[in-house]
T-cell receptor, first 107, second 116 residues
Framework: DAKTTQPPSMDCAEGRAANLPCNHSTISGNEYVYWYRQIHSQGPQYIIHGLKNNETNEMASLIITEDRKSSTLILPHATLRDTAVYYCIAGGFKTIFGAGTRLFVKA | GAVVSQHPSRVICKSGTSVKIECRSLDFQATTMFWYRQFPKQSLMLMATSNEGSKATYEQGVEKDKFLINHASLTLSTLTVTSAHPEDSSFYIC????????????FGQGTRLTVV
């Protein structure tokens, strides 16, 4: 699995877009980028994943750079319930977690 | 999405006893399940990979005789913490995948183990 680097914490105002960056410069050609989040004392929740193309679902959008060395998770209209630790994972069958980004959504 | 259920959600046990945690995939068959532990304010650490009908593969530094994993069916994996000690107190989480990537992993809600 490729190593990922994320900022340790970020703040976002409620109702605004939250843009969470992730660097995965050593990602290999067949490794996907996955995003999960963990709300306090719960199991992680899948958000989105992608290989090369940008992806969007009901929860978020994933923007992957053309060279695939970095990506951004976008929560278009953050709510207080989006306060969580967000994990970016580049890899394979095993899900190996890094430190993640702690997102605080403030009223 | 698919549902993974863990039981119990919380357990308190005495030092020296064993405790079993169950992980079930409710609406799909999981050929592979994964077990993690998480200490306060830390990330999830992968402990082992469990394949149905075969022995689990443990990550480096995880004692296989301490953490017994059984994956007897395509919908159930169990983790038994044997001879538990207070330092085994942690949040244990399982996950399951339907098939090999690129599908996502589905996680249980976690089990909070406290050893007194």
């Amino acid at each position: 699995d490729a190593k990922t680097t994320q900022p340790p914490s970020m703040d976002c105002a409620e109702g605004r877009a939250a843009n969470l960056p992730c660097n995965h410069s050593t990602i290999s050609g067949n490794e996907y980028v996955y995003w999960y989040r963990q709300i306090h004392s719960q199991g992680p929740q899948y958000i989105i994943h992608g290989l090369k193309n940008n992806e969007t679902n009901e929860m978020a959008s994933l923007i992957i750079t053309e060279d695939r060395k970095s990506s951004t998770l976008i929560l278009p209209h953050a709510t207080l319930r989006d306060t969580a630790v967000y994990y970016c994972i580049a890899g394979g069958f095993k899900t190996i977690f890094g430190a993640g980004t702690r997102l605080f959504v403030k009223a | 999405g698919a549902v993974v259920s863990q039981h119990p959600s919380r357990v308190i046990c005495k030092s020296g006893t064993s405790v079993k945690i169950e992980c079930r995939s409710l609406d799909f068959q999981a050929t592979t399940m994964f077990w993690y532990r998480q200490f306060p304010k830390q990330s999830l650490m992968l402990m082992a990979t469990s394949n149905e009908g075969s022995k689990a593969t443990y990550e480096q530094g995880v004692e296989k005789d301490k953490f017994l994993i059984n994956h007897a069916s395509l919908t159930l994996s169990t983790l038994t913490v044997t001879s538990a000690h207070p330092e085994d107190s942690s949040f244990y989480i399982c996950s399951a995948r339907v098939v090999t990537e690129p599908t996502e992993a589905f996680f249980g809600q976690g089990t909070r183990l406290t050893v007194v």
